[in-house]
């Protein structure tokens, strides 16, 4: 029989639309094997919204891309404070790269699953889920665990506090200690405050971009639509015009085929005039 944890994967890795339906089978053919424990922890199982969908298929199918952001993201914690600023720009860089790659796959998956493709404000949501794994040991361990059911947010490196909104019956994570109000956790307030305009500025432009990009999408399928009517048209005048040419030509048709038919009634009534003449000589 198989284990909650691996009942859980493939239901964590459907998109949420089939989530609900997918789970109460599942509990459903749990009480039906008389397995009472594990038909109440997936009935716990709560539906996950897209932007969390799309982080846990990334943790449940590419482990590996988790794994190097929230390696990436604990470097960028011990580095704070103890490595020069032109070092700590390049880890920035890194981690902004990074990022990048790991949406980008997680969008690849949801193609591959057959999902419709995520909102912009749909990645946003995942990018500051990512985000927040890479900043907070908590939500390291709930990303991890491919169980996030809505979208995380964090306050800075270094600082747990409002890092998770809503933890699943996998893997839990204690909540790190909160550093006095307005300070993190070795990270000077301003330092944390740019860094924290820096991911709003930077979320806002990954959502601008997205935007663009299925505007760009949109205009290309309208182009597309647009190229295929024209061609259509094209078609039908083409059509059109040679019914009109085979149209014309068989009007011509008719026309010689009358002049013969009509000379032919003239020599059958010439003929008949010749015979009845003949007859009354004879």
């Known amino acids: 029989m198989r284990s909650v944890d691996d009942i859980g994967d493939e239901l964590y890795a459907l998109p949420p639309s089939m989530f609900t339906a997918a789970r109460d089978a599942a509990v459903a053919r749990a009480r039906a094997d008389g397995d009472v424990a594990t038909a109440r922890h997936l009935?716990?199982?709560k539906r996950p919204t897209y932007g969390a969908f799309l982080v846990n298929l990334l943790a449940l199918r590419r482990p590996d891309v988790v794994a190097e952001l929230i390696d990436l993201g604990e470097?960028?914690?011990?580095?704070?404070?103890?490595?020069?600023?032109?070092?700590?720009?390049d880890l920035t860089a890194r981690r902004r790269a990074a990022l990048s790659s790991a949406l980008a796959q997680s969008r690849a998956l949801v193609a591959e699953?057959?999902?419709?493709?995520?909102?912009?404000?749909?990645?946003?949501?995942?990018e500051a889920t990512l985000a927040a794994a890479m900043a907070d040991p908590a939500a390291a361990d709930l990303v991890r665990s491919g169980r996030?059911?809505?979208a995380l947010s964090y306050s800075g490196f270094g600082d747990g506090s409002g890092a998770i909104s809503a933890l699943t019956s996998r893997s839990p994570a204690r909540r790190a200690p909160a550093a006095p109000a307005g300070q993190p956790a070795g990270t000077p307030p301003a330092e944390t405050d740019e860094q924290a305009e820096l991911?709003?500025?930077?979320?806002?432009e990954q959502a601008a971009r997205e935007q663009l990009r299925q505007a760009e999408e949109t205009l290309a399928a309208a182009w597309a639509?647009?190229?295929a009517a024209s061609d259509e048209v094209e078609r039908l005048t083409d059509e059109i015009n040679r019914l009109r040419t085979?149209?014309?030509?068989?009007?011509?048709?008719?026309?010689?085929?009358?002049?013969?038919r009509q000379a032919a009634e003239r020599a059958v009534a010439a003929a008949r005039r010749k015979v009845a003449a003949t007859t009354g000589t004879g």
């Open 43 to 45: 009935a716990a199982l």
């Open 75 to 89: 470097q960028i914690r011990a580095a704070q404070g103890t490595v020069s600023a032109a070092e700590l720009r």
């Open 113 to 126: 699953a057959g999902a419709p493709p995520p909102s912009a404000t749909q990645v946003a949501e995942a």
């Open 148 to 150: 996030v059911v809505k």
């Open 199 to 204: 991911e709003r500025r930077r979320a806002a």
């Open 225 to 227: 639509e647009e190229r």
């Open 246 to 260: 085979a149209l014309d030509e068989a009007s011509r048709q008719v026309r010689t085929a009358r002049a013969a």
